[in-house]
């Protein structure tokens, strides 16, 4: 029996510019029991279907054909949704009690002024017919499912005091609570940390078995389509594009699109010299003053240019407790890290929020001072003390060392033009005459395969993926040498994100620059860096060339961490009984000589030839670290 | 709670003695005093008989010693003629124009102000709240419009003009005596429930006149807060669990919107009793506005400080209360971090 069944649908929009048709004659159905997972990109429509079905969609939006027929029980009759009033009750008794719905911002999500338990609750208020200390009852036994370490305290605890992982369990028990026929989740583990995610994954799975529940699983991620899915529907500008069971879309995809979307996912296990195949591939072109190169001083490649040596980062949380005069507490942010970075290689920075690898990166940048240790840059005549620099000196590092930001969207400023934004570090910077910026902002353009025409728009009138172009022809504008780019991907879809991983890695063999390259997306790195340091609660817990730290990762975070992301291929399922074993993110919960407790500096022993690990039991306990040893 | 509570108001008394030495800054800003200045007039019209006087009374009132002194005298930590005679005492002061002490120039306007403005706030709020979340929830309808226009020109138009007209319908229609803030046999009454109607009656007029251009600020920036609030994700999440939209709404992001308004208390004091002085002018309200004006003008400092430091206390106040409201109603500053 089909409990959701699509016939038909069509979405239109009414714009200003008239009907933009966003769903187009859509037609599956879920299953009973079974997870329906419907992929494809941003603006695909997949998130305007799941508005329709929770009848959330805006009010510009009109279902314009086509019936969401609802049915929760053999019994039961089934209800078009598509033709009840959004607001109606009808809809209300619907809406939250037999069909729920997760999002994919966490953070967001719940209100920061009331309770989880209250908001939790509420639910059950509004749909089980029970007071409010039953409610409280209910949400109590919600919160024990979804596995909160302590649901009576949680109760009362306020969404800001709780992680991201913990406030998406907040949300699926919000959604569970009315045990709902039909589950959608929409991207519910976009936001979250790999483990995170990997435990999310489970726990979806978990209480879909407990509670007999359909769910529809929006998601752009291939790996976790192939852990979760039972069938699947790719979508593409509004439009079906390939339906089936996983088994036949894994083995056979026939549709172009879908073929394409599958080999735009980096995988682990890649042959050397792989490239992944954009939908869009665009190709630079260096010419001019980037050609060029830099004619100024620098270090040999393949020498150490930016070098951390027990860097120690402290952040003292501001005096809080409205109730307590308790004073602040510190939190290690970086702890003894140790990290050489040669001349014109990528070494990627792998870690889970908070685990410091974005505090690494604003060090090296002297976006923020170090409290021990020492960052020393070599600008070609022998390494330099970073925090030491002045006038002129710094000026000239911060020509050579430029950043490449996560988010597109809020790093550009949305009332500077392109030109005006690409313009500024050579303005900043005093670079030329008017005529030669002029010159080098269209080239600048080229490069990252924009036309120059686009020069006067603004920011909004580009996507994702061109405003990270922008963002990198911006980083690129002064000639750098270094440049830090911290997860410049990890807000895109899978296809531009090939396009940009692409991009970074020809403009590097082109221009001979040297990356930085934060992520928390190991496939990512896997793919674009030689070698790889994973960072855990602000220490450097493994470093090593990607390929030896990949396959043979040797200390339990950088293992737990590869075991969590989940492959696209349904012959290698994600293990989630392992899973619950590991806290991994945990150092003193690490078995010996793993075990990192306060006050012990994290050691790095190499273990095979360039390939460290962190194990304080095998370096002794002097704690005492060569300095070459990170080299 | 407690402890914050004990701070916050210990650290309003640094912020008077600050405040106190500001406005006694500004006050003894123009040259000379009050009575200097009328010495300086008696010597030019040849009178020279009542300058002894005045030179008495320049060293009664200690205003011929240094001006730190004549500060600390002021507010009572230096001994003046007679001893320790200041705020910290009791004494308000001497007025020079009125010849009486400020106590009894503003004493009898003192409760009339805060009753006004009392009411003034809660005039604005009660009307801005409804008519901003109408406008919010139904932006650019035919109500939202209307409510925008009549908003501007609530803000466009002078008080005074507003408050000229409404008392003559007012008087007109309703046969309200013109000005003042009771019927002219009470004043100089004792309080009686006539009194205090005829005080209410003519309360209505002031409070539209000084709060409609508050009422219509208020109203845009409610609208504004909602709307920003209305499409955040938390509200979808409620709307998905199946709230009523009326419920909802009072729930989550009016809640949300809430803050700044509360913020505004303390805020909105000092600009109510500043920007109806001209008001009251028109209108002869036996507010502080008005004398405040008129010592000012005179150089009568001892009672342009005394009302200047009282305004100071009532935002003061305003702002204790706005914080405290803002700790109850809003986690995130209760446990001092960002949501």
């Known amino acids: 029996m089909d409990v959701l069944t699509i016939d038909g649908l069509t979405v239109d929009f009414l714009t200003g510019e008239g009907r933009m048709r966003a769903v187009d004659d859509v037609s599956f159905s879920v299953p009973r029991n079974r997870t329906v997972a419907l992929v494809g990109e941003s603006g695909s429509g997949k998130t305007v279907i799941s508005q329709t079905i929770m009848g959330l969609l805006p009010e510009k939006a009109q279902v ?21 009033d959004r607001k109606g009750a009808k809809m209300r008794a619907i809406r939250g009690n037999r069909i729920a719905i997760i999002f994919q911002e966490p953070m967001t999500s719940l209100s920061p002024l009331h309770t989880i338990g209250d908001q939790i609750g509420e639910a059950a208020e509004l749909h089980r017919d029970v007071g409010p200390q039953e409610a409280r009852e ?29 406030r998406q369990r907040a949300m699926i028990a919000m959604a569970m609570i009315c045990h709902p026929a039909l589950l959608i989740a929409d991207e519910p583990t976009t936001a979250l940390d790999v483990t995170i995610q990997a435990e999310i994954l489970k726990l979806i799975k978990d209480v879909q078995a407990e509670l007999h529940m359909s769910t529809l699983l929006i998601t752009h991620d291939f790996g976790v389509v192939a852990n979760m899915a039972d069938d699947v529907v790719v979508i593409y500008h509004g439009r079906i594009m390939e339906r089936g069971s996983a088994q036949a879309l894994f083995a056979e995809p026939r549709h172009d699109y879908l073929k394409a979307l599958l080999n735009a996912v980096p995988r682990f296990g890649m042959a050397e010299g792989e490239r992944l195949v954009p939908i869009r591939p665009i190709e630079p072109h ?24 027990n860097v120690t980062k402290r952040f003292t949380t501001r005096k809080g407790g409205f109730f307590l005069g308790k004073g602040g507490h510190s939190v290690l942010a970086l702890d003894t890290v140790n990290l050489t970075v040669r001349r014109g290689e990528c070494v990627g920075l792998v870690g889970e929020s908070g685990s410091g690898k974005t505090t690494a990166a604003k060090a090296v940048l002297r976006a923020i001072e170090v409290d021990e240790g020492s960052i020393r840059y070599d600008c070609g005549d022998g ?30 400023n949305p009332r500077m033009t392109v030109n005006e934004l690409l313009m500024e570090p050579l303005i900043i910077h005093n670079v030329g005459t008017a005529e030669e910026r002029a010159e080098r902002v269209r080239e600048l353009m080229r490069l990252v395969g924009l036309d120059p025409r686009f020069l006067r728009r603004y920011p909004h009138s580009f996507s994702g993926g061109q405003r990270q172009r922008i963002g990198i022809a911006r980083a690129l504008a002064l000639n750098p040498e270094f440049i830090l780019c911290d997860e410049p991907t990890s807000a895109l879809d899978v296809s531009v994100q090939a396009q940009i991983l692409n991009l970074l890695r020809d403009l590097k063999t082109e221009l001979g620059l040297t990356y930085l390259f934060v992520s928390h997306n190991l496939a990512v790195v896997d793919y674009i860096a030689e070698r790889l340091a994973v960072m855990c609660r602000g220490r450097v817990v493994e470093i090593g060339s990607t390929r030896d730290v990949v396959e043979n990762p040797l200390h339990p975070y950088t293992r737990a961490l590869l075991a969590s992301v989940p492959e696209p291929d ?45 194990a304080p039991g095998l370096a002794g306990n002097s704690g005492s670290l060569p300095m070459e040893a990170a080299q | 709670m407690l402890y914050y509570i004990l701070r916050r108001v210990l650290t309003m008394i640094p912020t008077l003695f600050v405040i106190s030495l500001l406005t006694f800054v500004i006050i003894e800003l123009p040259a000379g005093d009050y009575i200097s200045n009328q010495i300086a007039a008696l010597r030019a019209t040849g009178e020279s008989a009542s300058i002894a006087k005045l030179e008495f009374l320049r060293a009664e009132f200690a205003l011929d010693r240094p001006f730190l002194e004549r500060y600390l005298i002021w507010i009572g930590l230096w001994p003046g003629v007679h001893g320790f005679d200041g705020l910290l005492q009791g004494n308000w002061g001497w007025s020079f124009e009125y010849e009486k002490p400020v106590a009894e120039v503003v004493g009898p306007t003192l409760p009339l102000t805060i009753v006004l403005n009392a009411a003034t ?62 019927a002219p046999e009470y004043i100089g009454q004792p309080w009686s429930v006539g009194k205090a109607l005829s005080v209410l009656a003519h309360l209505i007029v002031p409070t539209i006149v000084i709060g409609t251009a508050g009422t219509a600020a208020m109203i845009r920036r409610l609208r504004a807060n909602l709307l920003d609030e209305l499409h955040r994700q938390y ?65 009568d400092q001892f009672l342009a400080g005394f009302i200047l430091l009282f305004v100071a206390v009532l935002t003061l106040i305003g702002m204790l209360v706005s914080d405290l409201l803002l700790a109850v109603l809003d986690p995130r500053i209760r446990f001092g971090r960002k949501g």
Not at chain 1, 67 to 79: D, H, M, Y
Not at chain 1, 286 to 309: I, Q, Y
Not at chain 2, 168 to 173: M, Q, R
């Open chain 1, 64 to 84: 314009t054909g086509g019936r969401v027929l609802f049915q929760e029980s053999e019994t039961a009759a089934p209800v078009d949704i598509a033709a009840l």
């Open chain 1, 138 to 166: 209910l949400t109590r036994e919600m919160l024990r499912l979804v596995r909160f370490p302590d649901p009576a305290r949680a109760l009362d605890s306020y969404a800001f005091e709780l992680s991201g992982g913990l």
């Open chain 1, 286 to 309: 260096a010419e001019g003053f980037l050609k060029k190169g830099r004619s100024e001083r620098a270090c040999a490649a393949g020498a150490p240019l930016v070098s951390l040596t």
């Open chain 1, 383 to 412: 390494p330099v003390e970073v925090g030491s620099l002045k006038g002129a000196e710094l000026l000239d590092y911060r020509r050579r060392v430029q950043l490449i930001f996560q988010d597109p969207f809020s790093s550009l």
């Open chain 1, 570 to 614: 349904l012959n290698a399922p994600l293990d989630f009984a392992a899973l619950e074993a590991g806290r991994a993110s945990e150092p003193d919960l690490w078995p010996e000589p793993y075990r990192l407790v306060d006050g012990v500096r994290p050691a790095l022993v190499e273990v095979e030839s360039g390939h460290f690990v962190c």
């Open chain 2, 121 to 182: 706030i809660l005039f604005v709020y009660v009307v801005s709240f409804p008519i901003g979340i109408y406008s919010a929830t139904r932006q650019y309808s035919w109500g939202d419009y209307g409510f925008t226009f009549i908003g501007y020109i609530g803000l466009a138009t002078p008080n005074f003009l507003l408050g000229l007209i409404m008392l003559y319908f007012a008087n007109l229609w309703f046969g309200l005596s013109v000005g003042g803030l009771m």
């Open chain 2, 235 to 299: 509200v979808t999440t409620a709307r998905a669990k199946g709230m009523s939209e009326p419920r909802l709404l009072v729930k989550y992001p009016l809640r949300m919107a809430l803050n700044p308004f509360i913020a505004d208390i303390g805020n909105l004091i000092p600009s109510l009793v500043s920007g109806s002085v001209i008001v009251s002018v028109v209108l002869n309200l036996p507010t502080v506005g008005p004398v405040l004006l008129n010592a000012l003008q005179s150089q």
